[in-house]
C-alpha cells in the first residue's frame, strides 16, 4: 500500500524502485564480495573511538531494532581507513532471517551470515546535519560486522534483553550506556567499497566498511531478534520480524579494496 515500503512479497526490495529510482542505480548496496580482492597498502587501520559513546535508547521502526546514540558531539566516532573525516556514531540496527535461515546483507564468495550489525556513522566535519550527510557522496561511513552461529554472544544479552520492550513497530525505551566496542571482532581487518543505504531512501551516500571477522551469536539469541514484530501493537496482523534483508545488488564495475 502506497510507498510504505517492507520485506513482503507486496513490498520487498524488488519493489522499491517503483518509489525509489536510485534503487537501479550505479552504486547501490549490499554486494557480494569476490573470493579476490586487491589488497591496498595504503589503507591505514579503522580507528573506532567510542570510549566516550552514550547510547540513548532501543527502539523497534518496523524495519529493525535500533540503538540510538547522541550525536550532539564528537563522543563517539570512526576515523581512519578510507575516510578523509572522523565520522560520528548516530546509531546501529541488525538484519536476520528466520529460523534457521541467513540473513546478512553482504555476502562474501556467494554465502551469507545468520545476521549482519550496521553501526551508522555521518560526516559532521562536512555536513550540518545527519540529513544532509545522508543524501551526500561522502556522507555517511557504515561499519559491517558477520554474526555466525555458535556460542553464546555475552554482551549482546543487554540487547536481546532489551528487546521484550520494543517488540512492536513503534516502541521504544531507555538504553544507556552501551558502548558498541563489545560487539567488535578480535581483528579489524576490512574490506571497503562505495555504496548505498540498503533500505529506502537509498542515497548512494555510503561509503561501507565490512569487517573480514564474524563474530559468534548463540541460535538462542538470533531466537529473541525473531520475537520483534513488524506490526504494531494495534495492528491485527502479527508479523514476525525476520528476513529484513535486502539481497545483493549489481557491482557495476565498482572497485573493492582490502586492508592488511
Ligand atoms: N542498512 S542501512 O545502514 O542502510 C539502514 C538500514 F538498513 C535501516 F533499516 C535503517 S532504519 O533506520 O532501521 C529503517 C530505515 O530507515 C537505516 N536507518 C537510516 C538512518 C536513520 C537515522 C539515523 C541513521 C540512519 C535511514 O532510516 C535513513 C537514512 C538517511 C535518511 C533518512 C533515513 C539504515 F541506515
Ligand atoms: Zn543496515
Not at 552514550?54 to 581512519?80: A, L, P, Q, Y
Not at 551508522?120 to 543524501?135: E, I, L, P, R
Not at 520492550?165 to 578480535?186: A, E, H, Q, R, W
Request: aromatic share 10%; glycine share 8%.
Amino acid at each position: 500500500k502506497g510507498n510504505h515500503w517492507g520485506y513482503g512479497k507486496e513490498n520487498g526490495p524488488d519493489l522499491w524502485h517503483t518509489h525509489y529510482p536510485v534503487a537501479q542505480g550505479s552504486r547501490q548496496s549490499p554486494i557480494d564480495i569476490p573470493r579476490q580482492v586487491s589488497h591496498d597498502p595504503s589503507l591505514g587501520p579503522i580507528v573506532l573511538d567510542y570510549d566516550h559513546c552514550t547510547s540513548i535508547s532501543i527502539s523497534n521502526n518496523g524495519h529493525s531494532v535500533v540503538v540510538n546514540f547522541d550525536d550532539t558531539d564528537e563522543r563517539s566516532v570512526i576515523h581512519g581507513g578510507p575516510l578523509e573525516n572522523p565520522y560520528r556514531l548516530k546509531q546501529f540496527h541488525f538484519h536476520w532471517g528466520g529460523k534457521g535461515c541467513d540473513g546478512s546483507e553482504h555476502t562474501v564468495a556467494g554465502n551469507s551470515y545468520a545476521s549482519e550489525l550496521h553501526l551508522v556513522h555521518w560526516n559532521a566535519v562536512k555536513y550540518t546535519s545527519f540529513d544532509h550527510a545522508a543524501a551526500a557522496p561522502e556522507g555517511l561511513a557504515v561499519v559491517g560486522i558477520f554474526l555466525e552461529t555458535g556460542d553464546d554472544h555475552r554482551w549482546l544479552h543487554t540487547i536481546t534483553d532489551a528487546m521484550y520492550m520494543v517488540k512492536y513497530k513503534g516502541s521504544i525505551t531507555d538504553f544507556k550506556g552501551f558502548n558498541p566496542k563489545c560487539l567488535l571482532p578480535s581483528s579489524l581487518h576490512y574490506w571497503t567499497y562505495l555504496g548505498s543505504l540498503t533500505t529506502p531512501p537509498l542515497h548512494e551516500s555510503v561509503t561501507w566498511i565490512l569487517l573480514k571477522d564474524p563474530i559468534a551469536v548463540s541460535e538462542k539469541q538470533l531466537g529473541k531478534f525473531r520475537l520483534l514484530q513488524f506490526t504494531g501493537e494495534e495492528e491485527d496482523q502479527r508479523l514476525r520480524m525476520e528476513n529484513n534483508f535486502r539481497p545483493p545488488q549489481p557491482l557495476k564495475g565498482r572497485r573493492i579494496r582490502s586492508s592488511n
